[in-house]
């Protein structure tokens, strides 16, 4: 269960859980009003964003032994306690074992609501700030990173961290240049097979004489050229995880054997008859559409649905313009370093004309614009500058305030990029004082860290 404003109400006097029940939802919280501590139990884990109110007093399980079973899903979440006459020293007792408040009865409407707003504000900032942490710790850590603070990309990663430390196989489909083999290593160096091999083959770069013997290897003597035993990379990637890029084009006749080996777990080289059993992740990723190439009968419906357990949909660059700046940013410092240049900085004017073009090549299209950039400098132009450009921004949609809104984000990410995430510089570019600075990137999400040369 992970909805927010929902509260949880456990009394066993179903008058209490009326009255308690309409004052609640008439402020648009979601009641679960329920009659005994069991029930509650059963609703709770560690993603529960509401609130629990119960009763010290009912028959079965008391709130108080309701309080400590809710302590060991997660001591975070709020439990308010109802008191009757004579509790009070219990419910003192209970705050200082981990209880976030207690209201007596009778107790007024507006006394609940008070404390149910507080404990509700308090369960979303620690929600709000174990996702932070989390984050932080993936951005931390060696290896690829999923950059940008978009929606769309905060989603991709929340989805990502879900799956990378269970053994699912993963399906990736995203458009050409949107990242599909850096995300499935990000998957793999933060899964528990990161210690291991992470074997990457592209389905569509071999011919299909080929690619059946690099996957499963053979044995000495399976066919003319077969000089000498090969083990194929299937067997390279044991304890690791396998990476099939373009599997789309994948021959039929290999799909049926791919299907079996997702199934069994195993695999005969070619020229055996030996089974060698597998402990592998597979990552497969597409381009295409591989239910209606399912459906045209290209691709196998089976293996479509084998593989679609747990799919992950990488957004394209122009769904997520708002990351550009600090995107191309961090391709031009990752250049910077590789080829010993300073980054010429850029202006608010190249930065919207980064934000109009629609990349059909997305990330990999922008990657190599900042590298070019930071070889050619201010002499490098745009192949898209002298091409018109329909302005698709959503804020073209939405009134002035919204446009005003984005024109001047886009102008602080210009300035940021531009001074290296230097405040100082930034705000007298701007002319901006401090706090008004500081304000407006608050009023935006935007990190002058994102922008320093240390973040490449």
């Not at 070019?372 to 329909?390: H, M, N, Q, S, W």
Request: charge should be negative; proline fraction near 4%; hydrophobic fraction near 40%.
């Amino acid at each position: 269960m992970n909805s927010e404003h929902t509260v949880i109400l456990v009394d066993d006097d179903p008058h209490v859980r009326l009255s308690a029940g309409q004052t609640l939802e008439l402020e648009d919280y979601q009641v679960i009003a329920l009659a005994n501590a069991g029930q509650a139990l059963a609703l709770i884990d560690r993603d529960f964003a509401g609130v629990l109110i119960t009763d010290i007093n009912m028959p079965g399980m008391t709130g108080l032994e309701l309080l400590q079973q809710v302590r060991q899903v997660d001591a975070d979440i709020p439990v308010i306690l109802i008191t009757g006459f004579g509790d009070i020293s219990m419910a003192v007792s209970a705050i200082r074992n981990g209880a976030y408040d207690f209201i007596e009865k009778p107790f007024s409407a507006d006394l609940l609501l008070d404390v149910v707003h507080r404990a509700q504000e308090k369960r979303a900032l620690t929600l709000e700030n174990r996702q932070l942490r989390q984050e932080l710790q993936a951005q931390s850590a060696p290896g690829p990173r999923i950059i940008g603070n978009t929606q769309a990309i905060k989603q991709l990663r929340r989805l990502v961290q879900a799956v990378a430390e269970t053994p699912a196989d993963v399906l990736l489909m995203g458009e050409t240049g949107t990242g599909k083999d850096l995300l499935a290593r990000y998957i793999h160096e933060h899964s528990p097979r990161r210690e291991r091999n992470f074997v990457a083959i592209n389905c569509g770069g071999m011919p299909e004489s080929l690619i059946e013997s690099e996957l499963f290897g053979h044995e000495k003597g399976a066919f003319t050229d077969a000089k000498e035993r090969r083990i194929g990379k299937f067997e390279h990637a044991q304890g690791g995880t396998l990476f099939l890029d373009e599997i789309e084009s994948m021959p039929i006749s290999l799909q049926i054997k791919l299907l079996r080996v997702l199934e069994e777990r195993a695999i005969e080289r070619l020229g055996s008859n030996t089974l060698i059993p597998l402990d592998i992740r597979i990552i497969a990723a597409t381009k295409a559409d591989l239910r209606v190439q399912a459906e045209a009968g290209e691709f196998r419906e089976d293996l479509y649905y084998r593989l679609n357990v747990v799919r992950i949909d990488i957004p394209p660059l122009r769904a997520r313009a708002q990351d550009i700046p600090m995107l191309f940013q961090h391709f031009a410092l990752l250049a910077s370093a590789l080829y010993e240049r300073e980054i010429p900085p850029l202006s608010a004017e190249r930065i919207h004309s980064l934000m109009s073009h629609d990349w059909p090549g997305n990330v990999r299209e922008l990657r190599n614009l900042a590298e070019r950039y930071v070889l050619l400098g201010e002499a490098c132009t745009f192949d898209f500058d002298d091409k018109p450009i329909l302005d698709e921004e959503p804020s073209t949609t939405l009134g002035l305030a919204a446009r005003v809104d984005h024109f001047e984000k886009t102008l602080i990410q210009a300035e940021l990029a531009r001074h290296g995430g230097s405040i100082k510089d930034t705000l007298e570019s701007l002319r901006l004082p401090r706090k008004t600075l500081y304000d407006k990137m608050k009023k935006h999400g935007l990190d002058k860290n994102d922008y320093k040369a240390e973040q490449g």
